[in-house]
């Protein structure tokens, strides 16, 4: 069973920046798309950025393009999304997501074969 860890969500104010990591310990990653969504407050989940099992394809949403950038380090089992020049609409539990296919299918329906507990980012001056 799959199990995904986020880190590095906290507090931040408007235009900085945050890096999130979710890690799967003595997985390879290699066999997976992954993903990562959030959800805000009262909204429903939404897919933020996703990246092809061989880091070939990446895809994001339109509102975090040239701000977020995600990619992963297969020799540390971790997955990362940068986030540059946050803005408070932003806030929101960031969750990581896995799917096993070489391409980003799942994720474009919400539907990911395994989820992390999420990590909370806060945009706020």
């Known amino acids: 069973q799959l199990q995904l860890m986020e880190s590095g969500g906290g507090s931040v104010q408007p235009g900085e920046s945050l890096r999130l990591s979710c890690t799967a310990p003595?997985?390879?990653?290699?066999?997976?798309?992954m993903g990562w969504f959030r959800q805000a407050p009262g909204k429903e989940r939404e897919g933020v950025a996703c990246i092809s099992s061989q880091d070939e394809f990446t895809n994001y949403t339109d509102s975090v393009k040239g701000r977020f950038i995600i990619s992963t380090d297969k020799a540390k089992h971790t997955v990362y999304l940068q986030m540059n020049d946050l803005r408070p609409e932003d806030t929101a539990v960031y969750y990581c997501a896995a799917e096993v296919r070489y391409y980003c299918l799942g994720y474009f329906e919400n539907n990911m074969d395994y989820w992390g507990k999420g990590t909370l980012v806060t945009v706020s001056s």
């Open positions: 003595g997985y390879t990653l290699a066999y997976y798309a």
